[in-house]
């Protein structure tokens, strides 16, 4: 079991204030890490690593845009600074927005470039791509490597109904992860390995307009269709994500590069038939 264990590594969960991100960063804390929360909210970031150090965690808080390559540069030299060295990356940035989504009264034709190219780059560069440059960087250059972890989505493997931005942007994760991953392993970083993990249906405050009826309080149609399609009948919570990122950030799997790890319920295996 001591190949699971996260002791003496150095986490940096970037939206680690957010409804996933801080389930991550509690997951990675209890299994031995550090963890650096960086989030656009420093007082939600504060927060939560206050929380983490009253159980016992070494943790510290930092604003950080991850939308704006300075500020990703400034904070991953400050938790270098902080920490010594950045060995598990997980990028919990992103989220889809009520203007880039189709619905009853907004076709696609409707919706704004400014809404699409929005969620296209909270996705995809905000979320994988320039925390990958600049704290890939930073594992280059520690002897021991590091483990980078993507987010994903369902969306990634298939896209859904309403979501074309979000949906466009996940499978480019995806494809992204798998094409870091073998970069790193071919240019002389074999021990920086990228994976990502694909969440089946969460309740966020991104997606919560789209499952949750405002007035009723009840399930949309939309949402009881993705229940109907979810073998295990309910939404993930928050929690059933730290085992996979646990499992991705620790040496117990020292050989696992370039994979995107469904945790849905089922979702993706069920043909609804």
């Known amino acids: 079991m001591d190949s699971f264990s996260l002791k003496g590594k150095n986490a940096v969960v970037l939206g680690g204030a957010g409804v996933l991100g801080a389930a991550i960063a509690r997951g990675l804390a209890a299994h031995g890490s550090a963890v650096a929360v960086a989030d656009l909210s420093l007082a939600r970031a504060q927060e939560l690593a206050s929380a983490l150090e009253g159980e016992g965690a070494k943790a510290k808080a930092y604003a950080t845009d991850a939308t704006s390559e300075e500020s990703l540069r400034q904070t991953c030299l400050q938790i270098e600074k ?58 280059a250059a520690n002897p021991n490597g590091g483990s980078i972890i993507n987010i994903s989505s369902m969306c990634g493997f298939r896209p859904l109904t309403r979501i074309a931005a979000y949906s466009a942007a996940k499978a480019a994760v995806s494809n992204f992860t798998e094409w870091l991953a073998v970069y790193f392993a071919q240019s002389g970083h074999a021990n920086i390995r990228v994976n990502a993990i694909a969440p089946g249906f969460f309740l966020t405050e991104q997606n919560r307009f789209l499952l949750i009826d405002e007035d009723t309080h009840g399930l949309t149609q939309r949402g009881q269709r993705i229940l109907d399609h979810t073998p295990m009948g309910r939404f993930g919570e928050p929690s059933d994500l730290i085992g996979s990122v646990v499992w991705l950030a620790s040496d117990a799997s020292k050989f696992v590069t370039g994979i995107v790890v469904p945790v849905d319920g089922g979702f993706s295996a069920f043909s609804g038939v």
Do not use: C, W
Not at 95 to 107: F, I, K, M, Q, Y
């Open 82 to 139: 902080d920490f010594g060295t950045v060995d598990i990356l997980v990028n919990a940035v992103g989220g889809n927005r009520e203007d880039a989504t189709v619905s009853e009264t907004t076709t696609f034709f409707d919706i704004p470039l400014a809404a699409l190219e929005n969620v296209v780059t909270l996705n995809l560069f905000a979320g994988a791509i320039l925390p990958a440059q600049i704290f890939g960087k930073a594992m």
